[in-house]
């Protein structure tokens, strides 16, 4: 018989290698054959509901490495609500109209003014369920669990219906107007835009400073003073209407020695100015408050308009020269100025960005960006430019076509936000925020918002429900949108493109506005923002098995501008409340060197290929491992370094699962009283880590979690007693209460485990389970098991902590042992430990043999006022001295021991391995043991 034959060895055919990229897949299939989701809903028919409402994303392209860690956060939450006492469905959902799909269709060679609308419109919607399913199929690949069968897409029939009703909301309480002012109009996209759908980069200006000759002073100011205004868009001077001044400043007219004109300008730029326009021995001859310039005029640089100058609480003194070009047509200030005076709202440009005849001559069908040098040379044709420099500015840019967009008036259906800011502001309050910031950043973005457009020039989205009677008055009632909403519930939106006006109003609708009978439609769609934001409407209150307001948005930070906006907006109007009870935002994913991440820049990671290298389970737990509440920094390096942790977890259910082989639950389970104090410890140990995991994941602290699991596995388990438990495990007799103490921890531990971490690696845990004799047959339908607590387990837990910190003294003087050659492996110490009274009480009052406990093979305590002057003391007043182990090398145990040998049956045997194998091997097998 050999030496090995007589230990415990752990055994187990769960494999240390994962194969994860191989076996994902198969396990995905099997829960999908198996209806796993659909089970786990059954299981928690009943118990309270969570609902964690899916923000949807764009169904264009394949999904990134954000959209994996926005899924994976959220299938952590709905995973462990579901195993933790929650009925907590979750359906899936997609953005499917928008420009964007237009766009693809449009590059795909189709063209849309070649055909009907409801043609294209056919198109695109083939184009987005095809994308659809491209992202669901790598949702679900990524372990994503979900109503994968039956998600909300927005161009569904049902989605629409409601989001129509929720138009009705805006409109029976009157906060719809149609207006022509400025928006954000996207000419590469020809359609007006919403705050949300514009980003910001810096771009460089050609700036103008100009005059405009003083025609009416108010005998003020006399026909030879020009006001010098200033402009960071000199394509827009066509359009100028007036010249904005502040109220509160004081201007003053000068006389440069080198000039026979005298010229205005704000009292605090003149040093700058002088300078800047090369003005010589400037005489000052006037100063004139601000307020006294109001309802001057002067003449256009080169059209013949007269302008008006205003005050405008807007112009600043930071830059240029206080009096600023004003064309109401133009910009939000200028518009809100251009209402003030009643000027003419006027914006000579057309869809793509190119200025119309209005503009003059010369500008007619002109790019805007190229008019600016038409422009600065009329001035300098009519001797009013005195200097055009360039000014790098941060500028908006259509967020889609990556281009910049212009300040335009339009006639634009709007959401008035003004009227209900009040109720959309307290609604804030209602929710709590994760981070907390949230709250401020959220309500200042709705406390500042302007008005919604809410039209868009575009055929691919939802229909704004507006008819129109002969004299073009505004038709939308709660019978004409009622009837709208019930014809896209049966037909869908197409109809309304397909259907004539007077065939989509209700039978024998009259209106006094149109005595003929005549009525036409309006031809825009509504912002995409209105879609998304309509499903609280579109899916929680259409669906029986979810609630609202739902219990938790989480998305992505750029959404408080964006979907938890708009969501709040439409919730207050239609019920008075928020859509959610909490939010949870993100951080964006940026690539190593902290840059966003674009295709363009070739920095993009494919969650595909990171999956088909390592699998899915490094994506998701790369995940727990992110701090996602700021923007997280990631690389194929990254997933790398999560790949080695995820090893350890592996190895650590291989262990426990191999060293409980041999151990029936049912029988051999020993009751926490009569357990081994250490294996009492370590359960009281591990369920206070249960506790503390099980807060992190309530909280939704998914890193916290991380780091306590890592330095729990690494630390308490591994390092200590795991490392213990070897010589029980393998050592001890099968049936020892010692080993069947331990082997009840390992188990519960296991179980638990296996449990808890199933919301974050559920491929990984499934498998696990697979090895395990339990009832059920996936792990997913048991239950995260609540902390226990025990008798007199903080006093249990004092003495361990004061044990532990024993042994880390032991740890450090082993190590600076072995730096120094002294030993190699702990076993092959022997260690004198001084100690104080109570230290050596505590140590000889355990249970188990203290050398054990410290991994050495010989340990000696003695009194620690007897330790040589020599040895270094710890704070505590301990000291540690350690030698090579006196004796030989144990065959069995591997410890080093002076009594190897003592039995002479077993030459190479300890005296305590010798007693093992004498009492539980027959002497006719055991005798002559080969090593």
């Known amino acids: 018989m050999r030496v090995k034959d007589t230990l415990n060895l752990g055994k187990t055919k769960f494999p240390m290698r994962g194969r994860l990229p191989e076996t994902e897949g198969k396990r995905e299939q099997l829960w999908e054959e198996n209806k796993v989701y659909q089970l786990r809903q059954k299981l928690n028919e009943g118990k309270p509901t969570f609902v964690l409402h899916d923000g949807p994303p764009y169904a264009n392209g394949n999904i990134h490495v954000g959209h994996a860690m926005n899924k994976i956060s959220k299938d952590f939450i709905v995973r462990y609500k579901s195993m933790s006492g929650y009925r907590a469905p979750y359906v899936p959902g997609w953005d499917t109209h928008g420009l964007p799909i237009e766009h693809q269709l449009t590059k795909a060679g189709y063209d849309r003014k070649k055909m009907s609308t409801a043609e294209f419109r056919n198109l695109c919607r083939d184009f987005a369920l095809e994308q659809v399913q491209k992202q669901m199929a790598g949702f679900k690949r990524l372990g994503v669990s979900g109503d994968w069968e039956h998600p909300y897409l927005t161009l569904h029939k049902e989605f629409e219906a409601a989001q129509i009703k929720v138009f009705g909301a805006f409109a029976k309480k009157g906060l719809l107007y149609q207006a022509k002012k400025p928006v954000y109009w996207s000419w590469s996209s020809e359609s007006a835009l919403a705050e949300a759908e514009v980003e910001y980069h810096d771009v460089v200006a050609k700036t103008a400073f100009f005059v405009e000759q003083v025609k009416d002073g108010k005998d003020l100011l006399d026909d030879n003073t020009y006001m010098v205004v200033w402009t960071t868009t000199p394509w827009t001077i066509p359009a100028s209407e007036a010249v904005a001044v502040n109220a509160d400043y004081e201007y003053v007219v000068v006389k440069p020695a080198n000039d026979d004109r005298k010229f205005v300008v704000a009292g605090s730029l003149l040093a700058s100015l002088t300078e800047k326009l090369g003005w010589e021995d400037v005489e000052t001859l006037q100063v004139v408050k601000g307020q006294a310039l109001e309802g001057m005029t002067t003449k256009h640089p080169y059209l013949d308009r007269e302008l008006l100058v205003g005050l405008g609480d807007y112009v600043t003194d930071d830059t240029g020269t206080g009096l600023v070009h004003t064309a109401p047509g133009y910009g939000d200030d200028d518009y809100r100025f251009g209402k003030q005076y009643d000027l003419p709202i006027f914006a000579p440009i057309d869809d793509q960005g190119k200025l119309t005849a209005e503009a003059g001559e010369g500008f007619e069908g002109v790019f ?67 981070p907390e910031w949230g709250k401020v950043r959220l309500y200042n973005m709705l406390r500042d918002r302007g008005d919604w457009v809410i039209s868009r020039q575009r055929v691919w989205g939802v229909p704004l429900p507006i008819f129109y009677a002969e004299d073009g008055t505004p038709i939308m009632t709660e019978e004409t949108i009622n009837h709208v909403s019930d014809l896209f519930r049966e037909y869908g939106s197409n109809v309304w493109f397909e259907r004539e006006a007077k065939d989509l109003l209700p039978d024998g609708f009259t209106s006094e506005h149109s005595p003929n009978g005549v009525f036409t439609k309006e031809t825009d769609i509504m912002d995409v923002w209105f879609d998304s934001g309509s499903s609280h409407q579109g899916v929680l209150a259409e669906r029986d098995n979810l609630t609202y307001p739902a219990d938790l948005y989480l998305e992505g930070s750029d959404q408080y501008r964006g979907w938890f906006n708009s969501s709040l907006i439409t919730s207050v109007v239609v019920s008075g409340h928020a859509p959610y009870k909490q939010i949870l935002s993100q951080g964006f994913t940026l690539d190593k060197k902290g840059n966003k991440m674009s295709k363009s820049l070739g920095n993009v990671i494919d969650p595909a290929k990171v999956v088909s290298d390592m699998g899915a389970e490094i994506i998701r737990l790369w995940v727990m491992s992110a701090d996602t509440s700021a923007d997280v920094r990631v690389s194929m390096g990254t997933f790398q370094q999560i790949s080695e942790a995820y090893r350890k977890l592996r190895n650590t259910f291989r262990f426990l699962l191999a060293n409980t082989a041999d151990f029936a639950p049912a029988q051999d389970t020993v009751s926490f009283e009569k357990r081994l104090e250490v294996d009492r410890y370590m359960t009281v140990k591990f369920n206070h880590f249960l506790a503390a995991m099980r807060h992190d994941f309530d909280q939704y602290d998914f890193l916290n979690a991380y780091k306590r699991l890592i330095n729990f596995v690494n630390n308490d388990l591994s390092a200590f007693y795991m490392n213990v438990a070897k010589d029980v495990l393998y050592i001890e007799p099968a049936k020892s209460l010692a080993r069947k103490s331990m082997q009840t921890v390992f188990y519960e531990i296991l179980t638990t485990l296996v449990k808890l971490l199933t919301p974050i690696l559920p491929h990984t845990t499934e498998e696990v389970w697979e090895y395990m004799d339990e009832p059920e047959a996936f792990v997913q339908l048991t239950e995260i098991p609540e902390p226990q607590s025990f008798a007199d387990e903080a006093a249990l837990l004092s003495r361990w902590e004061a044990f532990m910190e024993l042994r880390s003294h032991v740890l450090k003087a082993l190590e600076e042992a072995r730096n120094a050659k002294l030993i190699g492996k702990s076993l092959e110490a022997s260690v004198v430990y001084y100690l104080t009274p109570s230290q050596l009480e505590l140590v000889n009052s355990l249970d188990a043999d203290a050398a054990l406990l410290f991994g050495v093979s010989k340990l000696t305590l003695a009194a620690a006022d007897e330790a040589p002057a020599e040895l270094e003391r710890f704070s505590d007043q301990s000291a540690v001295a350690v030698a090579a182990a006196p004796g030989e090398v144990c065959d069995r145990c591997r410890m080093t021991k002076e009594d190897v040998g003592s039995d002479a049956a077993y030459p190479t045997l300890c005296a305590r391995c010798a007693h093992v194998v004498r009492e539980n091997f027959p002497a006719t097998v055991t005798e002559g043991l080969e090593k």
């Open 368 to 434: 805007y960006q190229d008019a600016d040098d038409i422009s600065l040379a009329k001035l300098a044709e009519n001797n009013a430019l005195l200097l055009q420099e360039p000014l790098k500015h941060s500028y908006p840019f259509d967020w889609r076509t990556k281009q910049p967009i212009i300040f335009r008036a339009t006639d634009q259906w709007f959401v008035s936000i003004d009227k209900m800011r009040d109720e959309i502001l307290a609604a804030v309050d209602e929710v709590e925020y994760k």
